[in-house]
């Protein structure tokens, strides 16, 4: 191996390996301070004082694949840095991921640190990493013999690891999601680079308004207890509570409340919320019941208003940029944090401040489309089991009526009861729902709650697939999706009771959205390049099966029927004899 510090680049073929060293993790503030690449025999570095001539022309050369751990974090400082967008990428760490997916993180961590360890037998030292935090520059601090080994170790093994990687991802079939996870690190990393401008003032103005929920359904709670008092026994003597003077974080007050005041058998309450309580509220007595809906209430506005987004703008953009995790979870959907943009919620009645619509576009000759899957996951069920009657209902506008239609043998509505009753039961079946709770859910006794799940597993046979699931997860260790996606169970372990069941739906309702996004992504690219849209276009924001575009007003009528049609084409590939449909819609704030 020969290692050439500080010299032209040849021109490379087939494949090159690249690893960056930096003074930060933000290409905003801090410094490239080198560039490494490798073509599996020898090493070039190149140094910040030196400069990184050839390496633009490299990048974007969509004949050469470029290997690297965490290709997300290099494709935005060379998009920062050097103003180009990596091309033809492979992704090592999510390549890992892909292949030990649900299995325990702790035991099997994806880092290039524990890659190389597990696949090569090599230990690294990563406390070199350290010497680079807030480096100034190699003109002012030297490199050492020590820096450039490191430097060397973390790209001259990743063609082999690679390698490693495609034999067993082919003899297991995750070829397929191997593909997809790389193709979609492009528009990952310029989801995190790019951001979200947001609305400030609107956000303190909301604070507002749910410090006064919060008040307002506290005010409610107490309310509730009226002028009841609480006993609760401590070593040392009873202690006397009124309506004014309960703590509600308290778990030994409120549980004392509940089975002293309101005459529920209770056995435990959780610290955050009281969960025992909601989720037994038909047991519960009309005083318990009322109390736990203004209760969660409460806490519900009190944790939405710690939320603190403004923390997240950032100094030199003025944007919140969250990061996104393609591994996020177990089934493969995308997971977001800092802030945590998946779980934005929308408010349950129009008195509620809606959190959505403080993040906005660039500016007002802007807006965001939002493009979403109409009931993606039962339509995807309904590929999976393959009935005739089943795909016929699925291949319909309203999934529910149809399969309602079917199960009730009656012609019925989106307004009639048959309906909820079939989404509830097909949803809660499809996520593993036991009858108790299902019964509970429609507030109907257990004898009716029964004969209406064994009419829709007569059309819609989803336990029988479930089982067929949990047998496969336990015999084989692990379920798959459509796509061929896996997700690992531990054989020392027992299987989780409907884990099995949600990874082959929900799996593959992420595929379907990553292909689409894959989809996306590239035609806007294309687009932008031959003028046709404007350079500030662009995918803005994901959450599980919605996508949000962001583009001029001007555009609307070019791009919102290309995203429409896009997510409808990748649920075709990979649902080819169900239908699914993609409702899109516009506004200057996100959610309209």
Same mark, same amino acid.
């Given at each position: 191996?020969?290692?050439?510090?500080?010299?032209?680049?040849?021109?490379?073929?087939?494949?090159?390996?690249?690893?960056?060293?930096?003074?930060?993790?933000?290409?905003?503030?801090?410094?490239?301070?080198?560039?490494?690449?490798?073509?599996?025999?020898?090493?070039?570095?190149? +140094?910040?004082?030196?400069?990184?001539?050839?390496?633009?022309?490299?990048?974007?050369?969509?004949?050469?694949?470029?290997?690297?751990?965490?290709?997300?974090?290099?494709?935005?400082?060379?998009?920062?840095?050097?103003?180009?967008?990596?091309?033809? %990428?492979?992704?090592?760490?999510?390549?890992?991921?892909?292949?030990?997916?649900?299995?325990?993180?702790?035991?099997?961590?994806?880092? %290039?640190?524990? #890659? %190389?360890?597990?696949?090569?037998?090599?230990?690294?030292?990563?406390?070199?990493?350290?010497?680079?935090?807030?480096?100034?520059?190699?003109?002012?601090?030297?490199?050492?013999?020590?820096?450039?080994?490191?430097?060397?170790?973390?790209?001259?093994?990743?063609?082999?690891?690679?390698?490693?990687?495609?034999?067993?991802?082919?003899?297991?079939?995750?070829?397929?999601?191997?593909?997809?996870?790389?193709?979609?690190?492009?528009?990952?990393?310029?989801?995190?680079?790019?951001?979200?401008?947001?609305?400030?003032?609107?956000?303190?103005?909301?604070?507002?308004?749910?410090?006064?929920?919060?008040?307002?359904?506290?005010?409610?709670?107490?309310?509730?207890?009226?002028?009841?008092?609480?006993?609760?026994?401590?070593?040392?003597?009873?202690?006397?509570?009124?309506?004014?003077?309960?703590?509600?974080?308290? &778990?030994?007050?409120?549980?004392?409340?509940?089975?002293?005041?309101?005459?529920?058998?209770?056995?435990?309450?959780?610290?955050?919320?009281? +969960?025992?309580?909601?989720?037994?509220?038909?047991?519960?007595?009309?005083?318990?019941?009322?109390?736990?809906?203004?209760?969660?209430?409460?806490?519900?506005?009190?944790?939405?208003?710690?939320?603190?987004?403004?923390?997240?703008?950032?100094?030199?953009?003025?944007?919140?940029?969250?990061?996104?995790?393609?591994?996020?979870?177990?089934?493969?959907?995308?997971?977001?944090?800092?802030?945590?943009?998946? $779980?934005?919620?929308?408010?349950?009645?129009?008195?509620?401040?809606?959190?959505?619509?403080?993040?906005?576009?660039?500016?007002?000759?802007?807006?965001?489309?939002?493009?979403?899957?109409?009931?993606?996951?039962? /339509?995807?069920?309904?590929?999976?089991?393959?009935?005739?009657?089943?795909?016929?209902?699925?291949?319909?506008?309203?999934?529910?009526?149809?399969?309602?239609?079917?199960?009730?043998?009656? $012609?019925?509505?989106?307004?009639?009861?048959?309906?909820?009753?079939?989404?509830?039961?097909?949803?809660?079946?499809?996520?593993? $729902?036991?009858?108790?709770?299902?019964?509970?859910?429609?507030?109907?006794?257990?004898?009716?709650? %029964?004969?209406?799940?064994?009419?829709?597993?007569?059309?819609?046979?989803?336990?029988?697939?479930? &089982? &067929?699931? /949990?047998?496969?997860?336990?015999?084989?260790?692990?379920?798959?999706?459509?796509?061929?996606?896996?997700? &690992?169970?531990?054989?020392?372990?027992?299987?989780?009771?409907?884990?099995?069941?949600?990874?082959?739906?929900?799996? #593959?309702?992420?595929?379907?959205?990553? +292909?689409?996004?894959?989809?996306?992504?590239?035609?806007?690219?294309?687009?932008?390049?031959?003028?046709?849209?404007?350079?500030?276009? /662009?995918?803005?924001?994901?959450?599980?099966?919605?996508?949000?575009?962001?583009?001029?007003?001007?555009?609307?009528?070019?791009?919102?029927?290309?995203?429409?049609?896009?997510?409808?084409?990748?649920?075709?590939?990979?649902?080819?004899?169900?239908?699914?449909?993609?409702?899109?819609?516009?506004?200057?704030?996100?959610?309209?």
């Amino acid at each position: 191996m020969r290692l050439y510090l500080n010299k032209p680049l040849p021109k490379f073929t087939g494949e090159v390996a690249i690893d960056i060293e930096t003074s930060g993790l933000d290409p905003y503030i801090d410094k490239l301070l080198s560039i490494a690449i490798s073509d599996g025999t020898d090493v070039w570095i190149l +140094l910040d004082f030196y400069g990184f001539d050839g390496v633009k022309e490299l990048l974007e050369d969509d004949s050469v694949i470029k290997i690297a751990h965490n290709a997300k974090f290099e494709y935005k400082w060379f998009l920062h840095t050097l103003g180009c967008r990596m091309a033809l %990428l492979f992704d090592t760490q999510l390549a890992e991921d892909t292949i030990y997916k649900g299995l325990d993180r702790s035991n099997y961590p994806t880092s %290039l640190e524990w #890659t %190389l360890n597990r696949r090569k037998g090599i230990l690294v030292d990563k406390s070199v990493r350290e010497e680079f935090y807030n480096h100034p520059g190699f003109a002012v601090r030297p490199v050492t013999v020590k820096q450039l080994e490191y430097m060397k170790d973390d790209v001259i093994h990743l063609h082999d690891i690679k390698k490693q990687q495609i034999v067993e991802g082919t003899d297991k079939g995750l070829i397929p999601t191997f593909n997809l996870e790389n193709d979609c690190v492009p528009v990952t990393a310029e989801l995190e680079y790019y951001g979200k401008k947001m609305d400030v003032d609107l956000w303190f103005s909301q604070v507002s308004e749910m410090e006064q929920l919060v008040t307002k359904y506290d005010k409610r709670a107490r309310d509730v207890i009226g002028t009841d008092t609480i006993v609760v026994s401590y070593t040392k003597g009873d202690k006397i509570f009124t309506a004014d003077t309960i703590n509600f974080n308290s &778990n030994q007050q409120v549980l004392n409340l509940y089975n002293t005041v309101f005459g529920d058998n209770i056995k435990s309450t959780n610290a955050k919320l009281v +969960l025992i309580p909601k989720l037994e509220m038909g047991q519960l007595t009309k005083r318990g019941s009322k109390f736990t809906e203004e209760l969660l209430k409460m806490r519900e506005w009190r944790d939405r208003k710690k939320f603190a987004y403004e923390r997240f703008i950032h100094p030199v953009t003025g944007k919140s940029h969250c990061e996104y995790r393609q591994d996020g979870t177990a089934t493969g959907r995308y997971s977001s944090k800092d802030p945590n943009m998946q $779980q934005v919620p929308r408010p349950t009645s129009p008195d509620e401040p809606n959190l959505r619509h403080i993040w906005v576009a660039d500016d007002e000759n802007h807006v965001i489309i939002r493009c979403d899957y109409s009931q993606q996951e039962p /339509r995807i069920l309904g590929q999976i089991l393959g009935l005739k009657d089943v795909i016929k209902a699925c291949n319909t506008t309203d999934v529910y009526t149809s399969l309602g239609s079917i199960i009730f043998k009656r $012609q019925i509505s989106k307004k009639d009861e048959e309906r909820q009753l079939c989404k509830i039961a097909l949803l809660g079946k499809s996520y593993g $729902q036991k009858l108790e709770a299902f019964c509970k859910t429609i507030n109907k006794p257990l004898e009716e709650g %029964l004969r209406i799940y064994n009419l829709v597993e007569s059309s819609f046979p989803v336990d029988a697939f479930a &089982n &067929n699931m /949990r047998k496969q997860a336990a015999q084989y260790g692990f379920v798959t999706t459509l796509n061929g996606r896996r997700r &690992n169970f531990d054989y020392t372990k027992k299987v989780p009771y409907n884990e099995p069941l949600n990874t082959p739906v929900q799996g #593959t309702a992420a595929d379907m959205f990553k +292909l689409a996004l894959v989809k996306i992504h590239k035609e806007l690219t294309k687009m932008k390049k031959c003028g046709k849209i404007e350079d500030s276009t /662009r995918v803005w924001h994901i959450v599980h099966d919605e996508i949000e575009v962001h583009c001029h007003k001007d555009e609307v009528d070019i791009v919102l029927p290309l995203v429409k049609q896009l997510m409808e084409e990748a649920g075709s590939e990979i649902c080819p004899d169900v239908k699914h449909i993609a409702e899109a819609e516009y506004g200057y704030r996100w959610d309209k």
